[in-house]
């Protein structure tokens, strides 16, 4: 069982930037892909970014390319996204997500992930 509690969420103007964090526990990381959904009103779930937890390889979607970044650090295993220049297609609430696989596939995760935070809102409004 791997418990995941996300933060940082809230309101940022366009072209501002924000950090999500990932808390996990519960199990031993390192077999882990963990990364971030994300969900706006009336729109299907999309996989944000993801990154291995045992190696930090990492993968973003075309729509977030450039301008987000998720690490990991393994003393407290934790995992980020750093979102910058973010735009008025960006507010979503965000999910942080962990499935037991060493690494992330090129498209993301190999399958819906197996452990879910409850989330957290991002807006983004001037």
């Known amino acids: 069982q791997v418990r995941l509690v996300e933060s940082g969420g809230g309101l940022v103007q366009p072209g501002g930037s924000q950090r999500l964090s990932c808390a996990a526990s519960g199990a031993t990381l390192d077999s882990y892909a963990i990364g971030w959904f994300r969900q706006a009103p009336g729109k299907e779930r999309e996989g944000v970014s993801c990154?291995?937890?045992?190696?930090?390889?990492?993968y973003d979607s075309d729509s977030v390319k450039g301008r987000f970044t998720i690490s990991r650090d393994v003393t407290k295993k934790t995992v980020y996204l750093q979102m910058n220049s973010l735009k008025r297609e960006d507010p979503a609430v965000y999910y942080c997500?962990?499935?037991?696989?060493?690494?992330?596939?090129?498209?993301?995760?190999?399958?819906?992930?197996?452990?879910w935070g409850k989330g957290v809102q991002v807006t983004v409004s001037s």
């Open positions: 997500a962990a499935d037991l696989a060493y690494y992330c596939s090129d498209s993301g995760f190999w399958r819906p992930p197996d452990y």
């Open positions: 990154i291995s937890f045992s190696v930090g390889e990492t």
